[in-house]
């Protein structure tokens, strides 16, 4: 039986066009696979990369498989292996350009948007940061991940996906994490995801420093969120 289209002739049409258009700077992603614990989304992610790759040349994968003991020692060493409680490693997006934006799980549904967005913003090497956000954002000086749960079919996660990229593409000491709730229950459950957009801010010691429930609607909020929780921190 052949495998169903993952985008229709009307979707690879926009898409193209929005590649023709938009796309300046070759954009490299890397893809880490797990076939053994995470076997149908990672060949799902395979497939998705390919697909895009036919509708330009300004986007290219490198694949890892996660059977692999040397990827799995990169992936320590990038601290790419967060899901150490259900021992899943992939698929995992990570931007080759600016590492701090990673996917955790396809971003598919309403994250897809947002997927498409990075592509663009980091080919034209133009980010979505206002004054006011980027002077709060350059007092942050520790190493943080900024963990976004999300759904598929979240209307306000991408939003939170958005701000915690762009925090990640414009201050290298931050990493902004998607983790798809459904393909990483273990973790989801460990940091007691029960709604989304769930936020978790830890630091490099992976110590919680806040969390919460729910968007923030300006990016500055979510900037002066993070300072907070340093702050209270080092107090």
């Given at each position: 039986?052949?495998?169903?289209?993952?985008?229709?002739?009307?979707?690879?049409?926009?898409?193209?066009?929005?590649?023709?258009?938009?796309?300046?700077?070759?954009?490299?992603?890397?893809?880490?696979?797990?076939?053994?614990?995470?076997?149908?989304?990672?060949?799902?992610?395979?497939?998705?990369?390919?697909?895009?790759?036919?509708?330009?040349?300004?986007?290219?994968?490198?694949?890892?498989?996660?059977?692999?003991?040397?990827?799995l020692?990169?992936?320590?060493?990038?601290?790419?292996?967060?899901?150490?409680?259900?021992?899943?490693?992939?698929?995992?997006?990570?931007?080759?350009?600016?590492?701090?934006?990673?996917?955790?799980?396809?971003?598919?549904?309403?994250?897809?948007?947002?997927?498409?967005?990075?592509?663009?913003?980091?080919?034209?090497?133009?980010?979505?940061?206002?004054?006011?956000?980027?002077?709060?954002?350059?007092?942050?000086?520790?190493?943080?991940?900024?963990?976004?749960?999300?759904?598929?079919?979240?209307?306000?996660?991408?939003?939170?996906?958005?701000?915690?990229?762009?925090?990640?593409?414009?201050k290298?000491?931050?990493?902004?994490?998607m983790?798809?709730?459904y393909?990483?229950?273990?973790?989801?459950?460990?940091?007691?995801?029960?709604?989304?957009?769930?936020?978790?801010?830890?630091?490099?010691?992976?110590?919680?420093?806040?969390e919460?429930?729910?968007?923030?609607?300006?990016?500055?909020?979510?900037?002066?969120?993070?300072?907070?929780?340093?702050?209270?921190?080092?107090?």
């Open positions: 039986m052949a495998e169903e289209k993952i985008f229709s002739e009307e979707d690879i049409k926009s898409l193209k066009d929005m590649f023709d258009k938009s796309l300046k700077d070759t954009v490299e992603i890397d893809l880490y696979l797990d076939y053994e614990k995470n076997k149908e989304t990672s060949e799902f992610a395979k497939r998705l990369s390919e697909e895009l790759i036919k509708l330009t040349d300004k986007i290219k994968f490198n694949y890892y498989d996660t059977k692999d003991s040397k990827v020692e990169d992936m320590n060493s990038k601290k790419l292996l967060i899901d150490k409680y259900g021992n899943r490693k992939g698929p995992i997006f990570v931007f080759k350009k600016y590492y701090g934006a990673i996917y955790y799980g396809i971003p598919s549904g309403e994250e897809f948007p947002i997927f498409l967005e990075d592509i663009i913003h980091i080919s034209n090497n133009n980010f979505d940061i206002d004054g006011a956000t980027a002077k709060k954002l350059d007092s942050i000086n520790k190493n943080i991940d900024i963990y976004v749960f999300v759904t598929p079919t979240c209307p306000y996660c991408p939003y939170m996906t958005h701000n915690s990229h762009q925090f990640a593409m414009v290298s000491n931050i990493r902004g994490i983790i798809e709730s393909e990483f229950p273990e973790f989801s459950e460990h940091y007691k995801v029960y709604g989304v957009p769930h936020i978790t801010i830890v630091d490099e010691n992976s110590d919680t420093l806040t919460w429930e729910g968007m923030l609607p300006e990016p500055e909020m979510f900037a002066d969120r993070i300072r907070e929780a340093i702050e209270q921190k080092v107090k």
